[in-house]
């Protein structure tokens, strides 16, 4: 009982602190990650074990770590989400340093002859694609950055189209198993594929897509159109090839970037597990900076590395292991499966809305982390498959944070990068487009949902 | 003898900061950056005047923002680094000046040029200039101290190392009631003179 007691302090406590943003995210994690190894399965449960389990370093040691389909994380550590979301951090950074992404921008707003409305279109559809293998804060850094650019030379304001480039990168990152944090998280601690999530999540956000597609540019195109024609039409843009910085590590990444892909897409055929994937993507960008740039750019790119999302996710994944070891994560999953009566479809929707009202407010990965022992708990006593539940918990978090500046890390790297070109986004002009378009797309889901699995 | 100067002010609701920054700003003939004119430059490189105003030296609201590394959707935020920058940008141009407020102390912590002071005030002789200089009631003037120093110390503890108004922080700090505005003014252009002859 204290060993539960202590560990809702501690996790609530980290959640708290997360929101009021006063520390670095990755210290507020490691210290209730720390508090969790010595006071819950130190002091309370005496436990050595438990403090083994949650380091989890054993799995580095199993095959299935490396090789072998339908990869099932145990509690504590998923080191596989932490070796991919490296391994993909390393890669996307070869990929800006070469300028592959301005590239890409400059690439389409020129195919579209810089017609302001198609280029509208052009850039959500890119967004999307690319954050279902790219984290959404990268693209969304990427486009927002040539959007400012674009916008200062054809004079049209950039906002409407960050907006939009925003919603569908988390859109986007909803369908595939490696678009988001929650997303890699479930899919290594339930053992689904690349392929599980784009036959399920992946055909629900195509539809969302339609729709969202369709509503911004409703609700744009006026103003864009008017734009334009007050500047006279179409205008000359920068060249794509201006983007290139080195033609051998364009290539070289591209390639690198098509391998990842495909190794993704295959993973279930292959054998090869996202943590294998992540290793050999980060080992081959390293090789291809080391030929074309040399050791100090090799240097740089592995600096360049967000260690403090790593050490966030070490962290977390330590504090949400306190709850799950102390039963804390069990008694919410009979909680829910009491107030849904052990209907199935309320607990699908329970879990759908829940996840997105939440992970508008608050960090959707902290969300998902808790909630997968949850979903597996509630599985496990309903009789019922995961898969269902996993779902709803993958686009509910993914597509909820969609709403406020606040919900998703692309949300903000967004506004911000608006803000810094001076053109600010409030909460009162982000919400105004972007809580309709996430009830769109949440109802979207909801009907899809039924439809397919109730 | 250096050849730039740059002072930094802190100051306290009612202490009289502005009135002595003016006076030094030109005593020794330098420009002076204070609330409108640092406003109205931001707004000169296309950020909307509207927000500016809104958002210049606020604090930030903790609930309805977020930090992912060096990126926040808080406009505060925004527009206070944009601000940074602009002083980050001034100082390295070479130019002299003096600015009030934010920051400057922490922003341009590692200038070589850079003297920063904080003018306090005894809470009754800033009570006695808030009601004279705005006609207002004691009750209405402890309000708006109490209000604008709240702001101030927010705004300033969340960008900067050291605690607002803490003596640590700063080259110098005086109460602007012990030798009066006039006096104050004097001794500090006197205090920065010294350091500008200083190696």
């Known amino acids: 009982m204290l060993a539960q007691v202590i560990a809702i302090c501690i996790f609530l406590g980290m959640f708290l602190l997360i929101i009021l943003d006063q520390f670095e995210r990755h210290i507020i994690t490691l210290v209730s990650g720390a508090l969790v190894l010595i006071l819950v399965f130190g002091v309370c449960m005496h436990s050595p074990a438990a403090i083994w389990e949650a380091l989890n370093l054993r799995s580095f040691f199993t095959a299935s770590f490396w090789y072998g389909a339908g990869e099932e994380s145990t509690a504590g550590i998923n080191w596989s989400t932490i070796l991919f979301i490296a391994g993909m951090m390393i890669m996307v950074e070869g990929l800006g340093k070469a300028g592959f992404f301005r590239w890409l921008c400059l690439s389409l707003a020129k195919l579209v002859h810089y017609h302001v409305v198609p280029l509208l279109i052009c850039f959500m559809c890119l967004s999307a694609v690319l954050s279902m293998f790219i984290d959404s804060i990268t693209v969304v850094l990427f486009l927002a950055t040539v959007t400012l650019e674009l916008a200062q030379t054809m004079k049209f304001d950039p906002v409407p189209m960050i907006l939009s480039e925003i919603f569908c990168a988390n859109l986007g990152g909803a369908a595939t198993m490696c678009g988001d944090p929650p997303n890699i998280i479930i899919g290594t601690s339930l053992g689904y594929t690349f392929f599980d999530f784009i036959e399920n999540t992946g055909a629900i956000v195509a539809v969302c897509f339609a729709a969202v597609a369709v509503y911004f540019w409703l609700c744009f195109r006026k103003e864009l159109l008017r734009e334009e024609r007050a500047n006279g039409g179409p205008v000359v843009c920068p060249e794509p090839s201006s983007a290139i910085t080195d033609r051998r590590a364009f290539g070289a990444s591209a390639a690198v970037f098509l391998l990842a892909v495909v190794l993704l897409v295959t993973h279930a055929q292959t054998g090869l597990t996202v943590a294998c994937i992540g290793v050999i993507v980060a080992a081959l960008t390293l090789l291809v900076m080391a030929l074309s740039h040399g050791r100090a750019t090799v240097l740089e790119v592995i600096r360049g590395v967000d260690y403090k999302t790593l050490l966030f996710f070490i962290g977390l994944f330590v504090s949400v292991c306190g709850l799950e070891k102390t039963g804390v994560l069990e008694i919410i999953a009979r909680f829910i499966t009491n107030i849904s009566g052990g209907h199935v479809a309320t607990i699908v929707v329970i879990i759908l809305w829940l996840s997105a009202v939440t992970s508008a407010f608050v960090d959707n990965i902290p969300f998902a982390a808790t909630m997968i022992p949850v979903i597996r708990s509630i599985a496990a006593v309903e009789g019922m498959d995961v898969g269902v539940l996993a779902w709803a918990l993958s686009l509910g978090t993914d597509l909820g944070g969609n709403a406020t500046p606040i919900g998703a890390s692309a949300n903000v790297v967004g506004t911000s990068v608006s803000a810094k070109g001076g053109y600010p986004i409030g909460w009162g002009r982000y919400c105004k487009y972007c809580v309709p378009a996430t009830i769109l797309v949440m109802a979207v889901s909801t009907v899809c949902l039924f439809l397919r699995y109730l | ?199």
Request: with cysteine; hydrophobic share 35%.
């Open chain 2, 1 to 199: 003898m250096k050849d730039q100067i740059i002072i930094t002010m802190g100051r306290e609701h009612g202490s009289g900061g502005h009135y002595i920054a003016d006076m030094i700003a030109r005593a020794l003939g330098i420009k002076l950056y204070d609330k409108d004119s640092i406003e109205s430059e931001i707004v000169s490189e296309g950020y909307s005047e509207e927000l500016i105003r809104r958002m210049d030296e606020k604090p930030v609201n903790f609930f309805a923002s977020r930090r992912i590394g060096r990126f926040s959707n808080s406009l505060e935020v925004n527009v206070a680094e944009k601000t940074f920058d602009m002083i980050r940008a001034k100082a390295a141009s070479g130019e002299s000046f003096l600015l009030i407020g934010r920051c400057g102390e922490q922003v341009l912590k590692d200038d070589p040029h850079r003297i920063s002071l904080f003018i306090g005030g005894d809470p009754h002789a800033k009570l006695c200039r808030v009601m004279e200089k705005k006609g207002l009631s004691a009750e209405e003037a402890i309000e708006e101290i109490r209000t604008v120093d709240h702001q101030r110390k927010a705004y300033h503890n969340y960008y900067c190392e050291m605690k607002w108004g803490d003596a640590r922080a700063y080259d110098l700090t005086v109460k602007s009631d012990v030798l009066g505005m006039e006096g104050t003014a004097e001794m500090l252009i006197r205090y920065i003179r010294a350091f500008q002859e200083k190696d």
